[in-house]
């Protein structure tokens, strides 16, 4: 099971490179102003990651919430021992693997982002 979990981690993280990725891309001109007014570079790096990681958060409680509170009681029905499945444990290693995984491509690509010098990021070249 955990092994899945990595898996669809793994695949949830290249979508969300993917998506951010192209977000990124075109705030290019933004951050080509932020760095002209001051912000280093760590800064927006740590900017970037920290939007990705409040809205990677939001997203695993929204389906944790989704899948205890509208799923899961439909399984207890259909399955019998799905409440042993499915403790404590199980949901904290699902959430580790997949922020751990989020963590590591969200900081790559808030990294990505910020290695562009100023004049790059004015001018809007990729």
Known sequence: MLVVSAILALLAACNMYMIY???????RKN???FLLCGCSKKRARMMYF???L???ICVVVVSIGIFRFLLYPQMLSWFRYVDRVYGVGEY???I???LMITFIF???????????SILQFRRGES
């Open 21 to 27: 990725s192209y977000i990124f891309r075109k705030r």
């Open 31 to 33: 951050l080509g102003v």
């Open 50 to 52: 920290m939007e990705i």
């Open 54 to 56: 409040c809205n990677i």
């Open 92 to 94: 904290g290693c699902i």
């Open 96 to 98: 580790g693997i997949f």
């Open 106 to 116: 969200g900081y790559l690509l808030s990294c990505s982002v910020t290695r562009k």
